[in-house]
């Protein structure tokens, strides 16, 4: 399956698992490619992604999501089965795997079992789909660029530049999320002061059309941080 029929396939179960009002708020690349296409819809930065990534909020009944889930990709696709393939720990979310009728993967769902009222409602082909809000999937993003991690993540750099480009964030509300996560945002140190391994890093990067040079991108992250006070000085970055 080439990724244009993969993403047209994700929304479709995404619709479908929405029809069962399941407690899910849906998360990441395909949640901010909907929200920034509806803000601008000249958006022409796309991040291609490959898989579901949502809250289950609310008790976990493994029968019951997997049965959401199946009925989901079945309806969207007769021949694709589901199989549960890690259900959550410490840090870890419940797994799903599609597969296709050659019993080989077509994608996955990642599923944290978490509260978040921090979403909202997108009315889609007559179907109410709840997705994280700009302002929690940025808070999300902002905390791993702040993090010691922050290279196996790099593309959350390129997620925020372009969430950025295309809204005002009020940090006193990201910082409302921050708080109700219990998550505190780092010094940046990492990322600051490895400017040259964040290039490397964010070059490397494939499967984003019309992918936007990384100095633009560095210098709008950058900017935004030492604008709302996030870091100090910019003389301490590796050039």
Known sequence: MDHNNLEIFLYKVI??????????????????????????SQQSVERKTTDIDGNWVGDVDYDQITEVIEKAVKRVNSNFHVELKRIPGENKSIGYKIFNEKNMPVTKIDLDVKDNPFYIILNINDVDIKYSSLEKIFADKLFVLSDIHVFRRIKDLLDVYLILKQSNMNMIKVKEILDFDKRELGDFSTLLQNKKQAKQSYDMLAGIE??????????????????????????????
């Open 15 to 40: 619709e479908e698992i929405s029809k069962e009002n399941a407690p899910i708020i849906f998360k990441g690349g395909l949640a901010l490619k909907d929200i920034l296409k509806r803000i601008n």
């Open 210 to 239: 019309e992918k936007p040079a990384f100095e633009d991108v560095w210098k709008e992250v950058i900017d935004f941080l030492i604008a709302n006070h996030l870091i100090v000085r910019e003389e301490t970055f590796e050039i």
